[in-house]
């Protein structure tokens, strides 16, 4: 508030006045006065509140603004300067000649000159009063009244609220402030909510008797229905950015708007349970994914436990335990709760349990977590500690059925805090388990269905490695990390006659046990037609005529017989990639490509093709799953493979060593493909040692 002083006194700039609002509700005066007793200061509120200008009342004696005159001004001063602050009321005196009361207050300070004034400020009384009363009524009515009052910032944090409002919520008030809205309460439909306060602040329209569905954190029990009014604080005197609020609990009398809440909230679980449970055809990680679905929204614990029926035609006998094995759980629950749901692994329920009672109708149900339950349905003591400890009040126990057999059961449990389970509760958690039964059933089929594929598949592999004194030989075999992991890829190292060994790498089109088969059938008959010393083309016929025969549409095939007498190898392909050939010079070579059609398709010849090898050549035979891959193509991948064989290595290098380190570099983690590698380094017949193998 700029001030004004006698001629030649330089300003000090403002004067310090009381701050906010109430200078927007009451003219404030504030006026200096000398050791004299004389007027050294008059700002503009001094001329409103006594009417004179400046140049009449500077240099003046302060007597002439009270009734009392002179005596009355050396006695404010006075009580400034003894008492270091002073406050109260005496009659004023204006300009016309008028007697009004008034407000001071007055405090000494150092003037610029370096002598003692007195700084006043004055108020009339009736402005002041109007404004303590607007203040005290402001407070009742924060302190009392029934309706939720709350003050929200730019950010839509709790800034300010009243006691209705927390207790509405559950929660003090001291655990509101600087939390945002969805930390305290969720609102069945938060994105619209969030928009509605957001155009309050933005657009400056109040929103009046908007009704709002939501369930208080602090009061998870609780589902409510409020009215809300909000408008905005922006530009309100003396406050910040933001929005004010009155809220009213209207539950009773919106009871159909919760129902409907209630309903969405259900659907919107189903839906989530429709997207997220059955990811995968794991059985393991299909359970998890019904425990996450289901908390923290319908309950606060959940496991899910798989029957140990002896057999697939077993029966429920009533009269029996019932035996189950844990396969997933969760809780939101502190401890001990952890410890009840995952602290065991396998379950005897006896007979007359919850569990038996519903296996026996087939659908839900529910009991609250008593004596009469612990002792039916737990058969430890020490769990049955757990289960009282675990602050679980309630259970609801679902059968997970798919095609007429109960697969396992799914365990819901809520806490004291929560409502017990209602009918419809019971009806959710039948249609959770439902879905989660079908999708754990095919996880279960695909589960034997790979135990068959892999067992047959290690059958019909080699099950050594291959040794021969003219070659040193490394295989590997990668199943691809996709659905179904066991492929067609095949391999084999068949001892011959006459210092010959027969490599051959193929790849029947397809997964699981179809491929499996055909590439079982292949290689048994590669095997026993190359003890027939059939020629590699003659192979690959007799092969394709079986491939036609067994309807194996599509298959690739390498064959190769190395002479370790002359060390020439002969080779015929049918559709596979190429052979590679790292010479001892580290250079590598291609041969083969082209020979000949894919098994299956028939009507096209073979051929064979010779190359002679030098000692200590490493030979390298692989399937498609090792240069081609989702962004390269085979010729990169071929390359790629050249670049890894070619890398320095001495004769007596480890060829076990350069397989891992090709499908290293060569390969995903987990592969895209089944893939195939067979190294071999071939040598010859010492010239002074001609015996054929032992």
Same mark, same amino acid.
């Given at each position: 508030?700029?001030?004004?002083?006698?001629?030649?006194?330089?300003?000090?700039?403002?004067?310090?006045?009381?701050?906010?609002?109430?200078?927007?509700?009451?003219?404030?005066?504030?006026? $200096?006065?000398?050791?004299?007793?004389?007027?050294?200061?008059?700002? +503009?509120?001094?001329?409103?509140?006594?009417? *004179?200008?400046?140049?009449?009342?500077?240099?003046?004696?302060?007597?002439? =603004?009270?009734?009392?005159?002179?005596?009355?001004?050396?006695?404010?001063?006075?009580?400034?300067?003894?008492?270091?602050?002073?406050?109260?009321?005496?009659?004023?005196? *204006?300009?016309?000649?008028?007697?009004?009361?008034?407000?001071?207050?007055?405090? +000494?300070?150092?003037?610029?000159?370096?002598?003692?004034?007195?700084?006043?400020?004055?108020?009339?009384?009736?402005?002041?009063?109007?404004?303590?009363?607007?203040?005290?009524?402001?407070?009742?009515?924060?302190?009392?009244?029934?309706? $939720? =009052?709350?003050?929200?910032?730019?950010?839509?944090?709790?800034?300010?609220?009243?006691?209705?409002?927390?207790?509405?919520?559950?929660?003090?008030?001291?655990?509101?402030?600087?939390?945002?809205?969805?930390?305290?309460?969720?609102?069945?439909?938060?994105?619209?909510?969030?928009?509605?306060?957001?155009?309050?602040?933005?657009?400056?329209? #109040?929103?009046?008797?908007?009704?709002? &569905?939501?369930?208080?954190?602090?009061? #998870?029990?609780?589902?409510?229905?409020?009215?809300?009014?909000?408008?905005?604080?922006?530009?309100?005197?003396?406050?910040?950015?933001?929005?004010?609020?009155?809220?009213?609990?209207?539950?009773?009398?919106?009871?159909?708007?919760?129902?409907?809440?209630?309903?969405?909230?259900?659907?919107?679980?189903?839906?989530?349970?429709?997207?997220?449970?059955?990811?995968?055809?794991?059985?393991?990680?299909?359970?998890?994914?019904?425990?996450?679905?289901?908390?923290p929204e319908f309950c606060d614990g959940a496991v899910v436990e798989i029957v140990e029926w002896m057999d697939d035609n077993e029966l429920f006998d009533p009269a029996l335990p019932l035996l189950t094995r844990r396969i997933a759980f969760g809780t939101v629950l502190p401890p001990p709760a952890d410890e009840l749901v995952g602290g065991v692994e396998r379950v005897r329920y006896p007979p007359g349990s919850a569990v038996h009672d519903m296996l026996r109708t087939g659908r839900p149900v529910s009991s609250v977590v008593d004596e009469a339950f612990l002792a039916r349905t737990v058969v430890i003591e020490e769990r049955a500690r757990l289960i009282a400890d675990s602050g679980i009040a309630c259970?609801?126990?679902?059968?997970?059925?798919?095609?007429?057999?109960? !697969?396992?059961?799914?365990?819901?449990?809520?806490?004291?805090?929560?409502?017990?389970?209602?009918?419809?509760?019971?009806?959710?958690?039948?249609?959770?388990?439902?879905?989660? %039964?079908?999708?754990?059933?095919?996880?279960?089929?695909?589960?034997?269905? !790979?135990?068959?594929?892999?067992?047959?598949?290690?059958?019909?592999?080699?099950?050594?490695? %291959?040794?021969? /004194?003219?070659?040193?030989?490394?295989?590997?075999?990668?199943?691809?990390?996709?659905?179904?992991?066991?492929?067609?890829?095949?391999?084999? @190292?068949?001892?011959?006659?006459?210092?010959?060994? &027969?490599?051959?790498?193929?790849?029947?089109?397809? *997964?699981?046990?179809?491929?499996?088969?055909?590439?079982?059938?292949?290689?048994?008959?590669?095997?026993?037609?190359?003890?027939?010393? @059939?020629? +590699?083309?003659?192979?690959?016929?007799?092969?394709?005529?079986?491939?036609?025969?067994?309807?194996?549409?599509?298959?690739?095939?390498?064959?190769?017989?190395?002479?370790?007498?002359? $060390?020439?190898?002969?080779?015929?392909?049918?559709?596979?990639?190429?052979?590679?050939?790292?010479?001892?010079?580290?250079?590598?070579?291609?041969?083969?490509?082209?020979?000949?059609?894919?098994?299956?398709?028939?009507?096209? #010849?073979?051929?064979?093709?010779?190359?002679?090898?030098?000692?200590?050549?490493?030979?390298?035979?692989?399937?498609?799953?090792?240069?081609?891959?989702?962004?390269?193509?085979?010729? &990169?991948?071929?390359?790629?493979?050249?670049?890894?064989?070619?890398?320095?290595?001495?004769?007596?290098?480890?060829?076990?060593?350069?397989?891992?380190?090709?499908?290293?570099?060569?390969?995903?983690?987990?592969?895209?493909?089944?893939?195939?590698?067979?190294?071999?380094?071939?040598?010859?017949? +010492?010239?002074?040692? /001609? !015996?054929?193998?032992?």
């Amino acid at each position: 508030m700029p001030a004004v002083r006698p001629e030649g006194e330089q300003a000090q700039g403002p004067f310090p006045s009381e701050p906010g609002t109430l200078l927007e509700h009451v003219s404030v005066a504030v006026f $200096g006065i000398d050791e004299d007793g004389r007027v050294c200061h008059w700002g +503009p509120g001094a001329r409103d509140l006594f009417g *004179h200008e400046a140049a009449e009342v500077l240099t003046r004696s302060a007597g002439l =603004l009270l009734a009392a005159g002179p005596e009355e001004a050396a006695r404010l001063t006075e009580r400034a300067r003894t008492e270091g602050y002073w406050r109260g009321r005496l009659t004023a005196r *204006h300009r016309e000649g008028t007697d009004f009361a008034c407000g001071f207050r007055v405090f +000494p300070l150092t003037g610029a000159t370096g002598r003692s004034e007195v700084l006043a400020l004055a108020s009339r009384s009736e402005e002041l009063d109007r404004v303590k009363t607007n203040l005290a009524f402001l407070d009742a009515l924060f302190m009392t009244c029934p309706i $939720g =009052l709350v003050m929200l910032d730019e950010n839509l944090r709790y800034a300010h609220l009243n006691q209705a409002l927390a207790d509405m919520d559950g929660l003090p008030v001291a655990e509101h402030l600087g939390r945002g809205i969805d930390e305290v309460m969720l609102v069945s439909d938060a994105a619209e909510f969030r928009r509605m306060l957001h155009g309050v602040a933005d657009d400056g329209v #109040p929103v009046i008797g908007a009704l709002t &569905a939501l369930r208080p954190l602090g009061r #998870p029990d609780q589902d409510q229905v409020r009215s809300v009014s909000f408008f905005p604080l922006t530009g309100a005197v003396g406050t910040r950015p933001g929005l004010g609020g009155l809220i009213m609990d209207v539950t009773d009398r919106e009871r159909a708007i919760l129902e409907a809440a209630a309903g969405r909230r259900r659907l919107a679980l189903l839906d989530r349970a429709s997207t997220r449970i059955g990811t995968t055809l794991d059985v393991g990680r299909t359970a998890a994914e019904l425990v996450e679905v289901a908390m923290p929204e319908f309950c606060d614990g959940a496991v899910v436990e798989i029957v140990e029926w002896m057999d697939d035609n077993e029966l429920f006998d009533p009269a029996l335990p019932l035996l189950t094995r844990r396969i997933a759980f969760g809780t939101v629950l502190p401890p001990p709760a952890d410890e009840l749901v995952g602290g065991v692994e396998r379950v005897r329920y006896p007979p007359g349990s919850a569990v038996h009672d519903m296996l026996r109708t087939g659908r839900p149900v529910s009991s609250v977590v008593d004596e009469a339950f612990l002792a039916r349905t737990v058969v430890i003591e020490e769990r049955a500690r757990l289960i009282a400890d675990s602050g679980i009040a309630c259970v609801l126990v679902a059968p997970l059925i798919a095609r007429g057999t109960v !697969q396992g059961i799914a365990l819901f449990g809520r806490s004291a805090h929560r409502p017990a389970f209602t009918e419809d509760d019971l009806a959710l958690a039948g249609e959770l388990a439902s879905r989660a %039964a079908i999708c754990l059933d095919n996880a279960r089929l695909y589960s034997r269905v !790979q135990d068959i594929s892999l067992t047959l598949q290690r059958a019909l592999l080699p099950s050594a490695q %291959a040794t021969s /004194p003219y070659a040193d030989v490394a295989h590997r075999y990668l199943p691809g990390g996709r659905m179904t992991e066991v492929g067609g890829d095949w391999y084999d @190292v068949i001892e011959l006659p006459d210092h010959r060994i &027969a490599l051959v790498v193929g790849d029947v089109m397809g *997964h699981g046990i179809p491929a499996a088969a055909a590439m079982g059938r292949l290689r048994i008959t590669t095997k026993a037609l190359a003890r027939h010393e @059939v020629e +590699p083309a003659a192979m690959l016929g007799e092969l394709d005529a079986l491939a036609r025969e067994a309807g194996i549409e599509l298959a690739t095939c390498l064959y190769l017989v190395y002479d370790a007498t002359t $060390g020439r190898a002969r080779i015929a392909g049918a559709g596979h990639p190429p052979l590679l050939i790292r010479h001892p010079d580290g250079t590598v070579g291609t041969f083969g490509e082209g020979l000949g059609v894919p098994l299956g398709v028939g009507g096209l #010849p073979f051929r064979t093709a010779e190359i002679e090898l030098p000692e200590h050549a490493v030979l390298a035979l692989y399937t498609d799953g090792l240069i081609e891959s989702r962004g390269r193509d085979i010729e &990169a991948g071929l390359d790629a493979l050249r670049a890894e064989l070619g890398r320095p290595a001495g004769p007596a290098d480890p060829l076990e060593a350069m397989a891992d380190r090709v499908l290293a570099s060569l390969l995903p983690d987990p592969p895209a493909d089944d893939t195939v590698l067979v190294l071999a380094r071939v040598h010859r017949v +010492p010239r002074t040692s /001609p !015996q054929a193998f032992p």
